[in-house]
């Protein structure tokens, strides 16, 4: 069955960056399940899996902008540490969730000073080109409940019930 709207997919992957460092990988006994065609997954990768079959291995480059984006600037504040005073030993790395208008939004830590913290609202892989190696294991159609739910259920898929 090749892969298309509502179906589910299981997949093993390894994606690097434009150096060639390896940045994440499925555990090799347990490849990612997700819904296709409902965002689960970056743009340019999903649409480069559509119509594949279970089996075929691919290698798939994203840019930023069917990936995490481009990088904005905007996204980068610096705020006085006085407001993160609850934050026990505050480090450049660290991720944080921000309280903003839009909602939650996370942040990364990119500067710690006496009086200053610099985080930073970009996707920690925004602006980057990235080179996934991909091996579809298995497609199935979606059952019912998991087009009701948005996601899948079972063996490599999200519980919640």
Known sequence: MPIGPDSVVT??????DENGTVLDESEPDEPLAYL?????????????ITGRDAGDALVVDVAPADGYGEY??????RVPRRELHGIKDLAAGMRLQAQTP????AVTVTQVSEEMVTLDGNHPLAGKHLHFDVRIEA????????????????????HHH
């Open 139 to 158: 497609v199935r159609a979606a059952t019912e409940e998991e087009l009701v739910h948005g996601h899948v259920h079972g063996p490599h898929g999200h």
């Open 72 to 77: 904005d600037e905007d996204l980068v504040q």
């Open 102 to 105: 839009a909602g939650t939004h």
């Open 36 to 48: 296709h065609g409902h965002g689960h997954i970056i743009p340019g990768l999903e649409k480069e």
């Open 11 to 16: 997949f093993h992957y390894i994606l690097k």
